[in-house]
């Protein structure tokens, strides 16, 4: 009872005090509190997929309340640092208006940059967001769920490539719950605003408004090239190069399959001369294209690493094809060796491969890391990653320790990371436009070529070969170890049960690993 009226008094007192300040002018502090209660319903989730336009920071469409006095050209201007807040400034300079124009959108004296300032205090300029349809913002959001709740179907109940899609699907869940910010990036405010002599202005000094996890995931991991470099560590530790070192032959299959790649960039290059270079959303056609390409092998973390350095907005598309044709290896590729092989070519049996010694297994990844040092420097990230995996399963028990944690908690770690980051890439604006669709329909074409391309070669090489190849292992020149080896070996099985070729196809599978990474560093090069 005395406890009741203790709290009675309290809110007695609370109220008188309220009424007091009201008095004096202010509002009480009750009346505050009631009123971010009523605006709470603005605030949810259904209001938020009600929303027509995307978040200002992305499109930097500021309201006039938001916006800095705008310069009067009628006068003598003051100093451009005057028309400049947190959201962007006004143009007042000829340097400014030049470092900001483009062929198809000028800028002149008087306009409006919008945007926002991140952490470091570099501006990050708005920009258009062009979904599919022209569907107002919290729909586009709306539908991206269901599309994110279909690849975690895939991923927990068909058992596509779950370890990926899992996370992947679930950081789009994320990124597009509205007004969750789980995506968005740090922003600075309050700080000092200048200008550069190119004009483009810089903030220091300020409060940095933390972003969200996902942001801090990305800039650590994806931005820097770390996850998808620790990715192949992991990836060279549970790879054994036996079965390339005892037929090195089988390397032209995984070199052949690597035609994808080159048939989507191609195809990529031809979209943006059809449809115009702001088919991409403003990346560079040919860095577009490149990165593309990647998803003609079949290598999610060769495909993140180059996209992140070359056309990070197209990150989340192209990042979803390369691993959803990677998971779809068992559906895809079989209708393709059938119909490209004939019922003879899939009943030849090759030799059992010779033993690999150690020495030969040590040495191996060493060879390969000098070769690329010497003649490919730009892809001696991913392939010094890989083969610095490989050595360690192959060195013995000295460094099991080491090995056990790439190929288990390392790897595991890093990939639940880097799913999220990719998932994140997965918000609607990014995702639901006609170059996304572009990318798709790009990457399933490519991983169908590459998958072609192997089989014909492993043809042309029974053409001049005594020793015959089956044409099944040359599908498994695309990147997905060891799915695509595993997939040769069960359609062999499927016309032969006694014939198994899964060693024979490892050869050529884990040749494309080393085929695609190549590859990347010679686009990186051309491109960077």
């Not at 586009?140 to 269901?146: A, E, S, T, Y």
């Not at 890439?425 to 074409?445: D, P, Q, R, V």
Request: with cysteine; net charge neutral.
């Amino acid at each position: 009872m005395k406890k009741m009226i203790l709290a009675l008094f309290a809110a007695a007192c609370a109220f008188c005090a309220g009424a007091a300040d009201a008095a004096d002018g202010g509002q009480a502090p009750w009346k505050t509190t009631l009123g971010k209660v009523k605006d709470l319903s603005s605030d949810t989730g259904l209001s938020g997929f009600l929303r027509k336009a995307p978040p200002a920071y992305i499109t930097g469409d500021f309201s006039g309340k938001d916006l800095p006095a705008a310069p009067d050209f009628s006068k003598p201007l003051l100093d451009p640092s005057a028309y400049a807040n947190r959201n962007g400034f006004w143009v007042t300079t000829d340097a400014q208006a030049a470092t900001y124009s483009s062929e198809k959108h000028p800028v002149k004296p008087g306009e409006w940059i919008g945007g926002y300032f991140d952490e470091n205090g570099s501006f990050v300029r708005g920009h258009e967001v062009k979904t599919l349809f022209g569907m107002p913002y919290g729909v586009g959001q709306l539908i991206m769920i269901p599309l994110c709740l279909l690849m975690i179907y895939l991923a927990i109940v068909k058992g596509f490539e779950p370890l990926l899609l899992l996370p992947i699907g679930f950081g789009g869940l994320l990124a597009n719950c509205p007004l969750a910010g789980v995506a968005a990036p740090a922003m600075m405010h309050d700080g000092v605003i200048t200008f550069l002599e190119s004009g483009v202005p810089v903030m220091t000094g300020g409060i940095v408004e933390p972003g969200g996890f996902l942001h801090y995931f990305f800039k650590f991991g994806i931005d820097t090239g770390v996850f998808p470099i620790v990715i192949f560590m992991g990836v060279g530790a549970m790879t054994d190069f036996g079965p390339l070192i005892a037929n090195p032959k089988t390397a032209l299959l995984g070199g052949a399959a690597q035609f994808g790649i080159f048939f989507a960039l191609f195809g990529a290059l031809g979209l943006a001369s059809l449809f115009g270079a702001d088919f991409f959303g403003g990346v560079s056609p040919i860095k577009a294209a490149a990165s593309i390409g990647i998803i003609g092998g079949a290598d999610g973390p060769t495909a993140i690493w180059l996209t992140s350095r070359l056309a990070p907005d197209l990150l989340g598309a192209i990042a979803v094809a390369a691993y959803s044709y990677m998971a779809l290896v068992p559906i895809i590729q079989p209708p393709i060796m059938n119909a490209l092989t004939t019922k003879e070519e899939r009943l030849i049996k090759m030799p059992p491969l010779r033993e690999v010694k150690k020495i030969e297994k040590i040495c191996f990844p060493l060879i390969v890391l000098l070769l690329c040092a010497i003649l490919l420097p730009s892809a001696v990230p991913l392939i010094g990653a890989l083969m610095l995996g490989n050595l360690a399963k192959e060195a013995g028990p000295s460094v099991a320790r080491i090995s056990d944690t790439m190929s288990n908690a390392l790897i595991n770690i890093v990939t639940i990371m880097l799913g999220l980051s990719v998932g994140s890439k997965l918000a609607c604006e990014k995702f639901l436009s006609g170059t996304t669709l572009g990318i798709l329909a790009l990457g399933l074409l490519a991983f169908c070529v590459g998958t072609a391309a192997g089989v014909l070669m492993a043809k042309l090489m029974n053409v001049f070969s005594k020793e015959k190849v089956n044409p099944l292992i040359g599908s498994a020149g695309v990147s997905a170890v060891p799915m695509a080896a595993r997939v040769s070996n069960k359609v062999s099985l499927q016309n032969d049960p006694t014939n198994f070729i899964l060693m024979q196809a490892m050869g050529p599978n884990v040749s494309g690993v080393i085929g695609s990474a190549v590859v990347a560093g010679v686009l990186y090069t051309l491109c960077k």
